[in-house]
């Protein structure tokens, strides 16, 4: 305001005047705004698959999505995503072992003396689910709630089915190009020509199979109907104490996921 003063004592003398910094007031009454609709608790998860995003805003997480669907989510996505939420503690769900890294460095970037970032170090969005479904949305102890969301790997077992791109060996075995082939807690650990079958051949062959009495069957975009309803009899038969959940989950890069508890 230098030279707004200096042209007006052109014209005369000060009396009196009075000097306010609107554009700091005007941050001032935003951020006072902010802390008064401040949540003290908030979820947030990268997922894939519109079935997916579904089952997560149910139960309560804010979805987000990678800016290329089949990549990994970046830190600054992460930063973007929790700057989106006004919360003082934030819950982030990556989905992605390779994507833990990155939302650690946004948790570095973001946390503040009003804000807490806790990373659930999730490695896909089974792992998410079960995340999410030991939360106690009805408690006022944020603590506890994340101490609760945190035993999420407790028991759980996850199955996860896709599609040879390549020919390859394994510990147990090998697989040709175009070959059902199954991950058992994210390690290759069964290949068969028929979908179906390689999965439950691969539940078969956990060792804990016996002590699993829930089965929670997220079933991939363009997954072919009849395909699921044969999968879900032949679990239920060979497994008949067995309680299944099916999910339409719609996500691209497994054709099933399944998570046991």
Request: net charge negative.
């Amino acid at each position: 305001p230098a030279r707004t003063l200096s042209l007006c004592e052109e014209y005369g003398v000060f009396l009196d005047f009075k000097l306010d910094n609107l554009q700091w007031q005007k941050q001032e009454v935003l951020a006072n705004k902010e802390r008064k609709n401040r949540k003290p608790f908030a979820k947030a998860a990268f997922v894939n698959g519109d079935g997916m995003r579904r089952v997560y805003e149910n139960l309560g997480c804010a979805v987000f999505s990678a800016a290329e669907s089949l990549s990994d989510p970046s830190a600054e996505e992460f930063c973007n995503a929790v700057n989106i939420l006004n919360a003082e503690k934030i819950v982030l769900l990556p989905n992605n072992k390779n994507a833990v890294m990155a939302a650690e460095q946004a948790k570095k970037l973001c946390d503040t003396q009003e804000r807490e970032i806790i990373i659930i170090p999730t490695e896909n969005s089974v792992e998410g689910y079960f995340a999410l479904a030991m939360d106690i949305p009805d408690s006022l102890d944020t603590d506890r709630r994340i101490a609760g969301m945190q035993q999420y790997k407790d028991g759980l077992t996850v199955v996860m089915q896709t599609v040879a791109t390549k020919d390859c060996a394994f510990a147990d075995g090998a697989c040709k190009k175009g070959d059902c082939i199954t991950l058992l807690d994210g390690k290759l650990f069964h290949a068969a020509d028929d979908c179906v079958s390689c999965i439950v051949e691969t539940l078969e062959k956990c060792e804990d199979i016996e002590d699993k009495d829930s089965l929670a069957l997220f079933v991939g975009k363009d997954m072919p109907e009849e395909q699921t309803e044969r999968l879900t009899r032949e679990i239920q038969c060979r497994f008949p104490l067995m309680e299944i959940e099916t999910v339409s989950g719609g996500q691209t890069l497994y054709g099933y996921m399944l998570g046991l508890v």
